[in-house]
């Protein structure tokens, strides 16, 4: 299969992959060409197809070679005409053939649209599509939200003054974001953010994937809201071990374990270095998070707990005698990811794609059909290059049709997870965060946290915001509340006012320049958690399971959606018949004891 067959297919995606265009290509097990090769053919296709889809319009292409389909048309256009190396095929191949027959026209046509576009130079008109200047249909929504390309700068390896001195040498500083949010796709400008340490905005088209500094690692794309948990958790290593509740990709492990690395390179002696544990459930994204933590040369500091679930985790397991401090950022709606300027779209020309006698037979005209399936329904595809972080991505849990049911499944496992973590005996910190707008998960479960029997016996509270560190104490933006949300029979004014001030959110679409996103810590105060700390053999109970939880706090009022009302009387249906079960338990065991 040539190198624009296996692209086609890559776009029609034949085998249904999920995720990126960057994943598509990696999970294609029969491929033949490199990834990069693919990768840079597409992408840079895409680019020129606002200008080439008219050229091969104008110059008749579709209607005179039948056996090409639109987006082959595209790629070998863009080859035949704007890559150094021509189109990569040998000369009697019959992609080339049906391509270079044309060459005259296309070119001619080419021409026009360079001069009609005001670009006296191919280089001036290269420099033009580079910076977005031809996708002028999406410039008007885009002029007001656009979303910088948020870089961290990996203390691991490398320091900032460092990267500012080699990798963004030709850069211009900008002391107001503002200046990065209305600058061209890819100017060379950028701004040193206030608010987390080693962190730049840059330009939202700026490609920084082929510079050396990313492929080492040495620099790591991550929304600045992702960057809040690790830095408002702030761990020491008086506080000892981390743990990662939900690790993959490995955006804010990484990050903990920078946070950790610079704060114990200085020490001498015998002292212990604290590590970061990892937990990551799903195995093929513990290979992400692996390779990410490998990369960023944090292997050293972090291990992956690869398909192991936080939730199975024993708190008074010896392995977690030494953890301090806990960082969760589970599942969620995803309703505060921002669409990424990285996300382009690829504008397809018109022409028929039913070109294929229907009893064609053969390998290279089945391949020639590949991409009849995206071209059809639509005259362009949209293509995300790289996959969110996907802290930034939920996991997939079932989706509903209505929303408030959603939140309940997502807020009632967001509270488990939660609650879990503070069971940890010698826990001192939590950082929780979503990347969602929705107070049912955000400010919804943290109330309910604080409440549970979790959260009351084993003495934690709301870290207030006095207390948070000095990036994140004066961030503007904070907690809300939703009258009729909470059942608020055990909130008291100034309680849910403290609750507020802590909570740290940050909205998409201003001049922030971040996605949407929630955050809160908890600090211990007092003892480490035990149910059965003080009391006598006949005394002792179980840990509360996730049922009597939601039975002691009863939760979201969703009054619209009775299929949540059904699930919230079977949680209590269910605590019920557990508590029967127990305390029959309880009477045996005070009986045998006796």
Same mark, same amino acid.
């Given at each position: 299969?040539?190198?624009? !067959?296996?692209?086609?297919?890559?776009?029609?995606?034949?085998?249904?992959?999920?995720?990126?265009?960057?994943?598509?290509? !990696?999970?294609? &097990?029969?491929?033949?060409?490199?990834?990069?090769?693919?990768?840079?053919?597409?992408?840079?296709? *895409?680019?020129?197809?606002?200008?080439?889809?008219?050229?091969?319009?104008? &110059?008749?292409?579709?209607?005179?070679? +039948?056996?090409?389909? #639109?987006?082959?048309? /595209?790629?070998?256009?863009?080859?035949?005409?704007?890559?150094?190396?021509?189109?990569?095929?040998?000369?009697?191949?019959?992609?080339?053939?049906?391509?270079?027959?044309?060459?005259? $026209?296309?070119?001619?046509?080419?021409?026009?649209?360079?001069?009609?576009?005001? !670009?006296?130079?191919?280089?001036?008109?290269?420099?033009?599509?580079?910076?977005?200047?031809?996708?002028?249909?999406?410039? #008007?929504?885009?002029?007001?939200?656009?979303?910088?390309?948020?870089?961290?700068?990996?203390?691991? +390896?490398?320091?900032?003054?460092?990267? /500012?001195?080699?990798? %963004?040498?030709?850069?211009?500083?900008?002391?107001?974001?503002?200046?990065?949010?209305?600058?061209?796709?890819?100017?060379?400008?950028?701004?040193?953010?206030?608010?987390?340490?080693?962190?730049?905005?840059?330009?939202?088209?700026?490609?920084?994937?082929?510079?050396?500094? =990313?492929?080492?690692?040495?620099?790591?794309?991550?929304?600045?809201?992702?960057?809040?948990?690790? =830095?408002?958790?702030?761990?020491?290593?008086?506080?000892?071990?981390?743990?990662?509740?939900?690790?993959?990709?490995?955006?804010?492990?990484?990050?903990?374990?920078?946070?950790?690395?610079?704060?114990?390179?200085? @020490?001498?002696?015998?002292?212990?270095?604290?590590?970061?544990?990892?937990?990551?459930?799903?195995?093929? $994204?513990?290979?992400?998070?692996?390779?990410?933590?490998?990369?960023?040369?944090?292997?050293?500091?972090?291990?992956?707990?690869?398909?192991?679930?936080?939730?199975?985790?024993?708190?008074?397991?010896?392995? %977690?005698?030494?953890?301090?401090?806990?960082?969760?950022?589970? &599942?969620?709606?995803?309703?505060?990811?921002?669409?990424?300027?990285?996300?382009?779209?690829?504008?397809?020309?018109?022409?028929?794609?039913?070109?294929?006698?229907?009893?064609? +037979?053969?390998?290279?005209?089945?391949?020639?059909?590949?991409?009849?399936?995206?071209?059809?329904?639509?005259?362009?595809?949209?293509?995300?290059?790289?996959?969110?972080?996907?802290?930034?991505?939920?996991?997939?849990?079932?989706?509903?049709?209505?929303?408030?049911?959603?939140?309940?499944?997502?807020?009632?496992?967001?509270?488990?997870?939660?609650?879990?973590?503070?069971?940890? #005996?010698?826990?001192?910190?939590?950082?929780?965060?979503?990347?969602?707008?929705?107070?049912?998960?955000?400010?919804?479960?943290? &109330?309910? *946290?604080?409440?549970?029997?979790?959260?009351?016996?084993?003495?934690?509270?709301?870290?207030? $915001?006095?207390?948070?560190?000095?990036?994140?104490?004066?961030?503007?933006?904070?907690?809300?509340?939703?009258?009729?949300?909470?059942?608020?029979?055990?909130?008291?004014?100034?309680? $849910?006012?403290?609750?507020?001030?802590?909570?740290? @959110?940050?909205?998409?679409?201003?001049?922030?320049?971040?996605?949407?996103?929630?955050?809160?810590?908890?600090?211990?105060?007092?003892?480490? =958690?035990?149910?059965?700390?003080?009391?006598?053999?006949?005394?002792?109970?179980?840990?509360?399971?996730?049922?009597?939880?939601?039975?002691?706090?009863?939760? %979201?009022?969703?009054?619209?959606?009775?299929?949540?009302?059904?699930?919230?009387?079977?949680?209590?249906?269910?605590?019920?018949?557990?508590?029967?079960?127990?305390? +029959?338990?309880?009477?045996?065991?005070?009986?045998?004891?006796?």
């Amino acid at each position: 299969m040539s190198l624009y !067959y296996e692209a086609a297919d890559v776009l029609a995606n034949t085998a249904n992959v999920g995720g990126s265009l960057k994943s598509r290509i !990696y999970k294609k &097990s029969d491929r033949k060409s490199s990834p990069a090769q693919l990768y840079a053919l597409v992408t840079e296709a *895409a680019k020129w197809s606002p200008v080439l889809k008219v050229v091969i319009e104008k &110059s008749g292409l579709l209607e005179e070679e +039948k056996k090409l389909t #639109p987006v082959l048309a /595209l790629l070998l256009t863009h080859d035949l005409l704007v890559s150094k190396g021509g189109v990569a095929a040998p000369a009697n191949h019959v992609l080339k053939l049906a391509i270079t027959r044309h060459k005259a $026209r296309l070119g001619a046509e080419f021409t026009k649209a360079r001069i009609s576009g005001g !670009y006296t130079t191919l280089a001036a008109f290269k420099n033009a599509v580079n910076d977005g200047k031809l996708n002028s249909e999406e410039e #008007p929504t885009q002029a007001t939200v656009r979303h910088p390309r948020w870089v961290r700068v990996n203390s691991v +390896k490398t320091t900032l003054e460092d990267q /500012l001195a080699t990798t %963004f040498a030709g850069f211009e500083k900008k002391d107001d974001l503002r200046d990065i949010l209305s600058a061209p796709g890819s100017a060379k400008v950028y701004h040193i953010d206030s608010n987390i340490p080693h962190l730049l905005a840059f330009p939202s088209r700026i490609d920084l994937s082929k510079s050396p500094a =990313y492929a080492k690692g040495q620099i790591i794309f991550q929304d600045k809201a992702s960057c809040f948990p690790a =830095y408002l958790l702030d761990p020491t290593p008086e506080d000892g071990d981390v743990i990662d509740g939900c690790a993959a990709p490995g955006n804010k492990t990484t990050h903990l374990a920078a946070i950790l690395q610079s704060r114990t390179s200085h @020490r001498v002696g015998d002292a212990r270095t604290p590590s970061v544990i990892a937990f990551e459930k799903d195995n093929f $994204r513990a290979g992400t998070l692996t390779k990410m933590v490998k990369l960023a040369s944090a292997d050293s500091i972090v291990t992956v707990k690869a398909g192991q679930d936080f939730l199975l985790a024993r708190p008074d397991s010896t392995e %977690f005698a030494n953890v301090g401090a806990i960082l969760l950022d589970p &599942s969620c709606s995803g309703s505060g990811i921002v669409g990424r300027d990285d996300t382009v779209k690829m504008h397809l020309p018109e022409g028929s794609t039913s070109e294929r006698p229907k009893g064609a +037979k053969g390998k290279k005209r089945k391949r020639g059909d590949v991409s009849d399936k995206a071209t059809k329904p639509s005259a362009s595809l949209r293509l995300d290059l790289e996959d969110t972080t996907p802290e930034d991505t939920p996991e997939e849990i079932p989706i509903h049709d209505r929303l408030g049911e959603r939140l309940v499944a997502l807020s009632t496992f967001q509270l488990k997870i939660l609650a879990h973590a503070m069971r940890f #005996p010698n826990a001192r910190k939590i950082t929780y965060s979503t990347c969602s707008v929705h107070f049912e998960e955000n400010e919804g479960v943290v &109330s309910q *946290a604080l409440l549970s029997s979790a959260a009351t016996q084993g003495g934690w509270t709301i870290q207030k $915001r006095k207390d948070q560190v000095a990036g994140l104490k004066n961030w503007r933006k904070r907690g809300i509340w939703e009258e009729h949300q909470l059942e608020s029979s055990k909130l008291g004014d100034h309680f $849910r006012e403290d609750v507020l001030d802590a909570c740290i @959110r940050c909205e998409k679409g201003t001049n922030e320049g971040t996605m949407g996103f929630f955050v809160a810590a908890f600090v211990r105060h007092g003892g480490s =958690y035990s149910l059965n700390e003080g009391r006598s053999i006949n005394e002792a109970v179980e840990e509360p399971t996730p049922e009597e939880e939601l039975e002691e706090w009863n939760g %979201f009022s969703d009054e619209d959606t009775s299929e949540a009302k059904k699930r919230n009387g079977v949680n209590e249906q269910k605590a019920s018949e557990h508590k029967a079960k127990k305390n +029959k338990k309880r009477r045996k065991s005070k009986t045998s004891c006796n």
